[in-house]
């Protein structure tokens, strides 16, 4: 069965170091997504992606944070400068329609 | 308005019972309802799902009602194992087109003991 995966699974970073999380979304997928999810909480919406473009985002996707498509398989998340807050579980989901969203296993990003 | 409110947080049941976990929410843009389980460690998996124009949807042991004008919907596990010990997470979603953000509940514990 197609998933979605993610690399690496855990990532420790500094502060102020930029990170980059990686996804490769299902293969006839057209829509997707990162979310975070800080340790005991609910998962959060961050951002969504279709057809190259950023369709809607959050207040937490702020401007040190950018989404990218670069070969039409991968689906990259950028964090220009983490910070301490920033250290959660991020999730890669993606879709076939506007319906079902498949998640990823999940990168842990801890900063320090 | 954005919200949607889960409970209980945690709840035990004994192998076979039927764990029933609620969620309700305020905005009626919302047209998808789906529901997620997330073993420690793993990312969410999508359980089961309603749409609005039904008030039942039964997949295996899982079943979901949903009340459009309670606005609420809740998650039924019949003949419930140890196996599902995880935590589930309702969701719901809106409008057309293909990039609906999910908006999750707190999520709720739930363990079943042999």
């Known amino acids: 069965e197609p998933e979605v995966t993610q690399t690496p699974s855990h990532q420790v970073t500094q502060m102020g170091q930029e990170v980059i999380l990686r996804c490769v979304p299902i293969?006839?997928?057209?829509?997707f997504y990162w979310y975070r999810q800080i340790l005991g909480q609910k998962v959060e919406f961050l951002v969504s992606?279709?057809?190259?473009?950023?369709?809607?985002k959050s207040e937490i996707f702020d401007d040190q944070f950018s989404v990218e498509r670069p070969d039409g398989s991968n689906f990259t998340l950028k964090i220009r400068s983490t910070k301490l807050e920033d250290s959660a579980m991020y999730f890669c989901a993606s879709s076939v329609d506007r319906a079902e969203q498949y998640f990823g296993p999940g990168t842990r990003l801890t900063v320090t | 308005q954005q919200q949607v409110k889960q409970s209980p947080q945690s709840l035990i049941v004994q192998k076979g019972g039927i764990p029933i976990i609620n969620c309700a929410y305020e905005n009626t843009a919302f047209d998808y309802f789906p529901w997620y389980q997330q073993f420690p460690g793993k990312g969410p998996a999508l359980l089961i799902a309603i749409r609005p124009d039904v008030s039942e949807k039964k997949e295996g042991r899982f079943t979901i009602s949903f009340n459009k004008s309670a606005k609420q919907f809740s998650l039924h596990i019949m003949d419930s194992q140890p196996g599902d010990s995880a935590t589930y997470f309702c969701?719901?979603?809106?409008?057309?087109?293909?990039?609906?953000?999910?908006?999750f509940g707190a999520g709720t514990r739930l363990a079943v003991h042999p």
């Open positions: 992606f279709y057809n190259n473009e950023i369709s809607e």
């Open positions: 969701a719901a979603s809106e409008g057309l087109g293909g990039y609906n953000k999910l908006i």
């Open positions: 293969s006839n997928h057209l829509y």
